[in-house]
């Protein structure tokens, strides 16, 4: 599992990286300077997770679990925030970072359902590795 966490949380804060390159280039940069910083930071927060592993002690369907909803809840983020800046949605949620932007109801109601799911899925999953500590 910690291997797997290292790899997901460096692939990740490299397209953490990557992102920062297309930031001028999307319909809300603010928002996708939201997308680079989300993506480095739960990057680095899988590897962090991936060097504290050996002292967490769960069932393993329960490590399994946590992992699964930590790791999707980091990428979701990330594609998220991206699709929002490149749709310019996000305003219902994220209204700092989206302004004046708008985009249709089916792609504000996509960028919503990834970052409830993802807030769910992120206190759940850390939830399970703080009972597992």
Do not use: C
């Not at 300077?33 to 989300?38: A, D, Q, R, V, W």
């Not at 699964?68 to 929002?84: H, R, T």
Request: aromatic share 10%; proline share 4%.
């Amino acid at each position: 599992m910690q291997t797997v966490l290292f790899t997901l949380g460096l692939v990740l804060f490299l397209l953490g990286l990557l992102t920062g390159f297309v930031v001028p280039a999307l319909k809300n940069p603010r928002m996708a300077l939201s997308s680079h910083l989300e993506a480095v930071l739960n990057g680095m927060f899988l590897v962090l997770l991936g060097l504290l592993w050996p002292h967490i002690h769960l069932p393993n369907a329960w490590e399994v679990t946590a992992v699964v909803l930590i790791v999707y809840a980091a990428y979701a983020n990330w594609i998220a925030s991206l699709l929002a800046a490149a749709w310019g949605a996000g305003r219902k949620l994220a209204p700092i970072a989206t302004g004046d932007h708008e985009a249709s109801t089916a792609k504000e109601g996509f960028v919503s359902f990834l970052l409830v799911s993802l807030s769910v899925a992120m206190v759940v999953g850390v939830g399970i590795v703080i009972a597992g500590l």
